[in-house]
Structure formats: C-alpha cells, structure tokens
Nanobody, 130 residues
Framework: QVQLVESGGASVQAGGSLRLSCAAS????????MGWLRQAPGKEREGVAA???????SYADSVKGRFTISKDNAKNTLYLEMNSLKPEDTAMYYCAARKCVVGMTAVQALSVMTVFDGYWGQGTQVTVSS
C-alpha cells in the first residue's frame, strides 16, 4: 500500500521561504516519476517539480529559479524548498508519483495525471500573503 504524506505547509508573507516534505512508504517503483503538484481554487492542477526515473529534474516555468526539489532515498523522503514565495504560489501542494510518460518531462507527466495513473497524498496548504 503506497502512502505519501506531505507536511510543511504554512502561511507566510511574500518573499518568504518554506520547505515541504513528503514521506513515502510502500513505494518501490523505480520506473516512476515523483514530485510535487499544486492546485489553487478555481485553477487547473499544475505540476511544480519532479524527478523522472533516471533522476532528471524538471520544473514548471513559474517556479524555476525559486523552487528546488530534492530527495533523501535513505529516508524515503521528497522535499520541495520554496524561496521568494509569491501570492500566486498559494495552493494546496501534493506529493505525487506515477509511471513516467514517453515524450513528457516528469513535471509534464504529473500535470496530466489522474487518480487512476498513480498516487498522491492528502496535500499541505501553502498560503502566501502580500
């Protein structure tokens, strides 16, 4: 049983920083893409940052240079370091994993995933005030 549990969300002011964590258990699919999604009210779900099965990293254009994804394989934990936060970063952030898709970067693959394609956690809320 795969479980992805996010933590670290909070309310911060614009320009601030947060680090999200995702503890993964029951997850042994080395061919999967894994990373972070976010969804704000009234907006489409967006892939934020992800690793593909070869360890290559991809980011959404909106977060490049500000967010950094990393992982600790020994702890089965995925991280998202978020700096220079903006009000438009306000969203529920989800940790997610799915089979990588040929022709797509990992973040693109996560952006289009459905509940039938893989796994995601319950989410952690990030709110950025101006």
């Amino acid at each position: 049983q795969v479980q992805l549990v996010e933590s670290g969300g909070a309310s911060v002011q614009a320009g601030g920083s947060l680090r999200l964590s995702c503890a993964a258990s029951g997850y042994t699919y080395s061919s999967y893409c894994m990373g972070w999604l976010r969804q704000a009210p009234g907006k489409e779900r967006e892939g934020v940052a992800a690793f593909d099965s070869d360890g290559r990293i991809s980011y959404a254009d909106s977060v490049k240079g500000r967010f950094t994804i990393s992982k600790d394989n020994a702890k089965n934990t995925l991280y998202l370091e978020m700096n220079s936060l903006k009000p438009e970063d306000t969203a529920m952030y989800y940790c997610a994993a799915r089979k990588c898709v040929v022709g797509m970067t990992a973040v693109q693959a996560l952006s289009v995933m459905t509940v039938f394609d893989g796994y995601w956690g319950q989410g952690t809320q990030v709110t950025v005030s101006s």
